[in-house]
């Protein structure tokens, strides 16, 4: 069982920064990708930005310059700081991980969801 808790969204004024977590707790060997999705009402869930267990990351176009994803693989947590917001980016927020777990002696690989956070850019 794994478990991914996210915080730090919330109401910010565009141009304004907010700085998400993602922790992982519970069967977990290592961590592969990380990654956060977003979803505006009435948009299909998008990829926002991602970074693998070497480090290489790689960010939605229009996010890129503004959005910086950090992982930290002592503490399973996966950040997302977010700078020069605007109204567009307002959404749910989700992180994404895809989990190594030792189960009966065999490596498997999961992907698990975080349960969503919302981020509003209003003025």
């Known amino acids: 069982q794994v478990q991914l808790v996210e915080s730090g969204g919330g109401l910010v004024q565009p141009g304004g920064s907010l700085r998400l977590s993602c922790a992982a707790s519970?069967?977990?060997?290592?961590?592969?990708?990380m990654e956060w999705d977003r979803q505006a009402p009435g948009k299909q869930r998008e990829l926002v930005a991602g970074?693998?267990?070497?480090?290489?990351?790689n960010y939605l176009e229009s996010v890129k310059g503004r959005f910086t994803i950090s992982r930290d693989n002592t503490k399973t947590t996966v950040y997302l700081q977010m700078d020069s917001l605007r109204p567009e980016d307002t959404a749910v927020y989700y992180c994404?991980?895809?989990?190594?777990?030792?189960?009966?002696?065999?490596?498997?690989?999961?992907?698990?969801w975080g349960q969503g956070i919302q981020v509003t850019i209003s003025s």
């Open positions: 519970g069967n977990i060997f290592s961590i592969a990708d």
């Open positions: 994404r991980m895809y989990i190594r777990r030792l189960v009966g002696g065999t490596l498997t690989t999961i992907a698990s």
């Open positions: 970074v693998d267990d070497q480090g290489t990351t």
